[in-house]
């Protein structure tokens, strides 16, 4: 006696995929990354603005590093977070939908298995950096 043929499970509907997952994980990382610049550009912009001295006169700080010491030294750490606010507002949105933007994008991209091929994973990023550059220009607006 022989055994049954297996019979063949049938095609799992594709699957969609909460869109908000992306888009606060990409929100999160937005602000982790603005958080984590955001003494890199203080101490940039300290460096810019610093005023020619005379002859002999030696600067308070030279590099980033030393900027980054003399503020906390003098203004303290919080200092160096100073101006965040208006950043972190313009960088979790656009983050979160750039992330967003792409995972739906390859949501509705992807063929009958659920795969994409490196062209349509090309062209969801594509959609995500569309949708990240509308919000960009609004933040271009605002400043």
């Not at 300290?46 to 001295?53: A, D, S």
């Not at 002999?56 to 101006?83: A, D, E, K, M, W």
Request: net charge positive.
């Amino acid at each position: 006696m022989s055994a049954p043929a297996a019979v063949a499970a049938p095609a799992a509907p594709k699957k969609k995929h909460s869109i908000w997952v992306p888009l606060i994980s990409g929100s999160i990382s937005g602000g982790v990354e603005a958080i984590a610049v955001w003494p890199l550009e203080v101490a940039k912009t300290n460096l810019q603005l610093q005023t020619k001295l005379p002859p002999g006169q030696v600067p308070p700080y030279t590099g980033t590093v030393s900027c980054i010491t003399y503020t906390i030294r003098n203004t303290g750490f919080l200092s160096l977070y100073r101006g965040l606010a208006p950043t972190l507002a313009g960088s979790i949105p656009k983050a979160g939908i750039r992330f967003g933007a792409n995972d739906f994008c390859k949501d509705l991209l992807r063929d009958d298995k659920g795969k994409l091929s490196p062209l349509t994973n090309f062209l969801a990023g594509v959609g995500a950096g569309c949708a990240e550059a509308v919000v960009g220009e609004c933040d271009a607006l605002r400043s």
